[in-house]
């Protein structure tokens, strides 16, 4: 059956909030955050092509984004952000702290002529992008200056908490009462150890400040998450660590008996398009 396009929901009046995740793993991040007014681009770390291209199989025109808003800045979340922000013209919102390591002196976006539209913002702080209220949260993650999100518009909450290293005591506060979750689950301790990855590196990832495991992903199943969340979906899967299957078995138990809709975002695939 042919999904029913944005614009017919749009008509029929009931389409409220609209959520793809274009793509969530170490080779790109991007994730699409909708409503009817306002149309938000978290990450950008496709290419301008790629991203373009699912945002169209998304049903939004890229043209029509409102803003990128930009976690931190590895460039598997903004590789893509100074074309697609160039080609269209639209604010970025980034983290005060977050933004000199992106934009300032000695990176390779000071170098280029077209000059961002930046809005600064303090991690932790909320703001307000049209018809969105975004919630800004501190991540523990190797990067300048980390955040997560979440994003409220017509009752519905959107929680995207990516790249994270442990899950502290705040964030699994700012994830209560989510409608749809996007989580990290990385990887799986046992194949992180026996892997080929040099020792340093899976100190990193399995630190405080790396990935989430798929454990420390389930505990948070299992204690924290609570029955509003009627969509979850676990992303930035490793693809060298990991793998959806057991990403998937381990969060079914995790679920038990409670009747969430698991997602499980494949590597190099966009998930489907959620509607509320
Ligand atoms: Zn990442
Ligand atoms: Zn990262």
Redesign the pocket.
């Known amino acids: 059956m042919k999904e029913a396009s944005f614009n017919e929901l749009e008509d029929e009046g009931a389409l409220l909030v609209k959520v793809s995740v274009l793509a969530s793993s ?1 080779s790109g ?1 991007s994730t699409l955050v909708a409503t009817e007014r306002t149309r938000l681009l978290v990450d950008a ?1 496709l290419s301008r092509k790629e991203t373009f291209e699912r945002l169209n199989a998304a049903g939004t025109a890229p043209e029509s984004l409102t803003a990128i808003l930009v976690t931190h800045e ?1 460039s ?2 903004i590789a893509g952000l100074h074309t697609i922000a160039k080609k269209l013209d639209i604010p970025i919102y980034v983290s005060r702290l977050t933004a000199p390591a992106i934009f300032g002196e000695g990176t390779q976006w000071a170098e280029q002529s077209y000059a961002p539209k930046l809005e600064m913002f303090a991690a932790g702080s909320c703001f307000t992008v049209g018809d969105i209220d975004v919630t800004s949260f501190t991540i523990p993650h190797d990067a300048a200056d980390p955040v997560g999100f979440s994003f409220q518009a017509e009752g519905i909450k959107v929680g995207i908490a ?2 994270l290293g442990y899950m502290p005591d705040s964030i699994r506060f700012h994830l209560r009462g989510c409608d749809l979750l996007l989580l990290e689950s990385n990887h799986d301790l046992n194949m992180l150890k026996v892997g080929s990855y040099p020792w340093a590196l899976k100190q990193r990832i399995m630190g405080r400040n790396g990935h989430l495991s798929n454990d420390v992903a389930c505990s948070f199943i299992r204690e924290d998450m609570d029955s509003r969340t009627s969509t979850l979906i676990l992303g ?1 899967l490793s693809a060298h660590n990991n793998h959806p299957v057991l990403v998937r078995q381990a969060a079914v138990e995790a679920l038990g008996a409670k009747s969430t809709k698991l997602v499980v975002a494949e590597p190099a695939q966009p998930t489907e398009t959620f509607h509320y």
């Open positions: 170490s991040n770390g590895h598997d979340h990516t790249d930035h």
